[in-house]
């Protein structure tokens, strides 16, 4: 079965740290472009970062350039996100999602996520 | 403009049928993909690509896509269909964008 598993999140209080973890299965990770995408409390889903597969090409949305840190792990099968400068505004649940393409002529015109990980919560608070 | 436009809310009588749409410039390059999620939930990928479901999501469920809006229509919508929808698509530098959200009654 392909699973994606979250851990890591908290409570952390502003202007601290955090590092999130997914571990992956069912399939062979070192292949796909993975994401991590959040969702603050009765909000919609935002996209925060993505990795390719190999890890040499990291994106992030601008508002956490600067502060969050997407990397990966092969050997261990593992998605990181490691968060700093954690402002209130960062509270959310967390998924990370696997990249899958569908590409000719070497564009990659269908992108789309598929699975998602159950989500782990992160509550930046005083 | 980088955004995806959904709107906020729409709802359907039970067994009809409902279109929710997206729009954004990225959608003249890329394929919407669309979103299910319902409450505590995460999201789960119900039409991908020009028009695509993956393994176990019904077949009420399609997609469709011109010029700058993809649609995701929902042919006999069933109770079990309330939830949140959202469209995905990509951009031209591979960053991701999100829709703000569709949320289904289903009446």
């Known amino acids: 079965e392909v699973q994606l598993v979250e851990s890591g999140g908290g409570l952390v209080q502003p202007g601290g740290s955090l590092r999130l973890s997914c571990a992956a299965s069912g399939f062979t990770f070192s292949s796909y472009w993975m994401h991590w995408v959040r969702q603050a409390p009765g909000k919609g889903l935002v996209w925060v970062s993505r990795i390719n597969s190999d890890g040499s090409s990291t994106s992030y949305a601008d508002s956490v350039k600067g502060r969050f840190t997407i990397s990966r792990d092969n050997a261990k099968n593992t998605l990181y996100l490691q968060m700093n400068s954690l402002r209130a505004e960062d509270t959310a649940v967390y998924y990370c999602a696997r990249e899958l393409q569908y590409c000719t002529n070497g564009v990659c015109w269908e992108n789309w996520f598929d699975p998602w990980g159950q989500g782990t919560l992160v509550t930046v608070s005083s | 403009s980088s955004e995806l436009t959904q709107d906020p809310a729409v709802s359907v009588a039970l067994g009809q049928t409902v279109r929710i749409t997206c729009q954004g410039d990225?959608?003249?390059?890329?394929?919407a993909s669309w979103y299910q999620q319902k409450p505590g939930q995460a999201p789960v990928l119900v039409i991908y690509g020009k028009n695509n479901r993956p393994s176990g999501i019904p077949d009420r469920f399609s997609g469709s896509s011109s010029g700058n809006t993809a649609s995701l229509t929902i042919t006999g919508a069933q109770a079990e269909d309330e939830a949140d929808y959202y469209c995905n698509s990509r951009d031209s530098s591979g960053n991701h964008l999100f829709g703000g959200g569709t949320k289904l009654t289903v009446l």
């Open positions: 990225s959608l003249r390059s890329y394929y």
